[in-house]
Antibody, heavy 120, light 110 residues
Framework: EVQLVESGGGLVQPGESLRLSCAAS????????MNWVRQAPGKGLEWVSY????????YYADSVRGRFTISRDNAQNSLYLQMNSLRAEDTAVYYC?????????????WGQGTLVTVSS | QSVLTQPPSASGTPGHRVTISCSGS????????VYWYQQLPGTAPKLLMY???QRPSGVPDRFSGSKSGTSASLAISGLRSEDESEYYC???????????FGTGTTVTVL
């Protein structure tokens, strides 16, 4: 069974930091490209960041570039998102999402999400 | 700010067909694959369609995807009550170097 389990969310004050983790099981993690996607309360999906399966390529949404850092540890089957200088508008459920194209079949798995609340 | 535009809502009676549009540009839909997700309240998105018109295992063939130019569509035929959900399109955007999502469409079964 495939599982992606996010952790590390919580309530923080503006300007503070948080580190989200996503633990993967049931997949060959090193094959999968990974994304962080967030969803503010009552709003739509917003892509946050991407990392290639080897960890050598990363992309960020303009709204988080320079404040957030995505990383992964393939030996630990884990994905991370270091979030610094948090703002109220970063309040959202953060999902880790995995994707892999085998050449003939596409695999796409999401975690259940972790809530980040930025408020004073 | 969503780059892909979807109608806020769509509805139909059981057994009928509903189509959701997704309008983008040459840098996203026009040059990359489109993906569709279904999201039930309080749950993570679930992949419904990949590479414009391919269904993952387990997705009923009532769901179909298409793309033309800078627009894509998701059609749900034989509408059922369990299809009531939020639907999002997504595509990579070469100009933004990022994934962009649609604004989302709420499907209601009347």
């Amino acid at each position: 069974e495939v599982q992606l389990v996010e952790s590390g969310g919580g309530l923080v004050q503006p300007g503070e930091s948080l580190r989200l983790s996503c633990a993967a099981s049931g997949i060959t993690f090193s094959n999968y490209e990974m994304n962080w996607v967030r969803q503010a309360p009552g709003k739509g999906l917003e892509w946050v960041s991407y990392i290639s399966n080897t960890g050598t390529t990363m992309y960020y949404a303009d709204s988080v570039r320079g404040r957030f850092t995505i990383s992964r540890d393939n030996a630990q089957n884990s994905l991370y998102l270091q979030m610094n200088s948090l703002r109220a508008e970063d309040t959202a459920v953060y999902y880790c999402a995995s994707r892999f194209w085998s050449g003939y079949k596409y695999f796409d798995y999401w975690g259940q999400g972790t809530l980040v609340t930025v408020s004073s | 700010q969503s780059v892909l535009t979807q109608p806020p809502s769509a509805s139909g009676t059981p057994g009928h067909r509903v189509t959701i549009s997704c309008s983008g540009s040459s840098s996203n839909i026009g040059s990359n694959f489109v993906y569709w997700y279904q999201q039930l309240p309080g749950t993570a998105p679930k992949l419904l369609m990949y590479r414009d018109n391919q269904r993952p295992s387990g997705v009923p063939d009532r769901f179909s995807g298409s793309k033309s130019g800078t627009s894509a569509s998701l059609a749900i035929s034989g509408l059922r009550s369990e299809d009531e959900s939020e639907y999002y399109c997504a595509a990579w955007d070469d100009s933004l170097s990022g994934l962009v999502f649609g604004t989302g469409t709420t499907v209601t079964v009347l």
